[in-house]
């Protein structure tokens, strides 16, 4: 990716369209949202292909996270918070346990950061 400069911040183009990225909210994603970002939706990606394999039909996945930051060290991530509301039925909760932790185990994003950041993932079943 190639990221260019602009007054407020960088962005670059994708096949999807533009991508700002700027130290505040007003003018483009903010670096931690991205890594947020793609911590959380590797790890679900990771998830929905693992709950496929297991034949286990979901309706719907919704991702939601929080960031806990340090601001004596940088502003630095020390936490994210993943939790999954899965929707479907017949979901067994203690297969979807496993299924969260194996993903977690599988998710290139959340293994490069293994060690520095916690990843805490928890789930709901819904419907």
Not at 18 to 32: C, M, N, W
Not at 72 to 91: C, D, V
Not at 96 to 105: D, G, H, P, T
Request: glycine share 6%; hydrophobic share 35%.
């Amino acid at each position: 990716m190639e990221f260019k400069m602009k007054e407020t911040g960088f962005y670059t183009t994708t096949e999807y369209g533009e991508l700002h990225v700027a130290g505040e909210e007003a003018y483009g994603h903010r670096p931690y949202q991205l890594m947020a970002a793609s911590i959380a939706v590797c790890s679900g990606s990771v998830l929905r292909k693992i709950l496929m394999k297991k034949r286990m039909e979901i309706k719907d996945l919704t991702i939601l996270t929080k960031v806990e930051r340090n601001e004596a060290k940088a502003n630095r991530i020390e936490k994210i918070q993943i939790h999954y509301r899965i929707k479907g039925e017949n979901l067994d909760s203690e297969k979807i346990q496993k299924s969260v932790e194996l993903a977690s185990k599988n998710c290139p994003m959340a293994q490069s950061v293994k060690g520095s950041i916690e990843i805490e993932e928890t789930f709901v079943l819904e419907g």
